[in-house]
């Protein structure tokens, strides 16, 4: 389910394709999903379509396709998966509203963290939610963004208000992460698709940040604050 936005108080809780589902009319509510995981893209539309005021007009798997979708399709609402090979999914939120101002979005993501959600709301974005969310609660969800209210997964609302503020960075949070199983820094720059250079920079600031002597000790503080 959803629950209020914690930051403004109480509210009502590959390649382009296109779908038309059974439930599509000219005046039901039109989707578009940004996901690079083909799979679960395509049953989060067979999921959407199954629903009689939703319909998925278009699906991207990448973040510069995304934004270039949505400027063509103008849809109602844009379901955004937080990490794509090329973007951040903030970010293509943030170009979402340049290019269809009228278009709400909406992240759904495996990475739901406070960082990520605090971000989301400053950006003004409607809807943040993790990808074990059910069909019923998805939809519930694309309603709510596309009437101008809030969505936003309740545990992770409250993890958020209970966590504090942050000094990572949602990438530094990103590597440290990764890095939580003993993963080296090549296998760590392959999940987060950054250079392994850039990987050691982020792990450093951590580090620092959190005063902690290695990686190890950092993501014993971050997660025993909730940060990651």
């Not at 509510?29 to 009689?52: F, K, P, Q």
């Not at 005063?211 to 997660?223: G, K, L, P, T």
Request: net charge negative.
């Amino acid at each position: 389910m959803t629950s209020p936005d914690p930051s403004t108080g109480p509210g009502p809780s590959v390649g382009t394709e296109t779908s038309a589902g059974p439930g599509g009319s000219a005046t039901a509510l039109r989707v578009v999903l940004i996901d690079d995981e083909n799979l679960i893209r395509s049953a989060l539309a067979t999921m959407l379509d199954l629903e009689a005021d939703i319909e998925v007009v278009a699906q991207a798997s990448s973040a510069a396709e995304g934004v270039r979708t949505v400027a063509e399709h103008t849809p109602d609402v844009a379901v955004v998966d937080l990490q794509l090979p090329d973007g951040d999914g903030l970010e293509i939120c943030a170009a979402i509203t340049q290019h269809s101002p009228a278009t709400r979005c909406m992240i759904l993501t495996s990475h739901a963290r406070p960082g990520y959600l605090k971000r989301a709301l400053e950006q003004g974005i409607g809807g943040f939610l993790p990808k074990t969310t059910s069909a019923e609660q998805l939809a519930a969800a694309v309603r709510q963004v596309a009437a101008g209210r809030r969505a936003i997964d309740p545990e992770l609302a409250a993890e958020t208000i209970s966590s504090g503020d942050s000094p990572l960075t949602p990438r530094e949070s990103d590597v440290l992460e990764f890095a939580a199983d003993g993963a080296s820094i090549d296998q760590i720059a392959r999940r987060a698709h950054l250079a392994e250079g850039t990987v050691r920079n982020y792990l450093s600031n951590a580090q620092a940040k959190l005063q902690a002597s290695n990686r190890h000790e950092a993501v014993a503080i971050a997660r025993r604050h909730g940060w990651i």
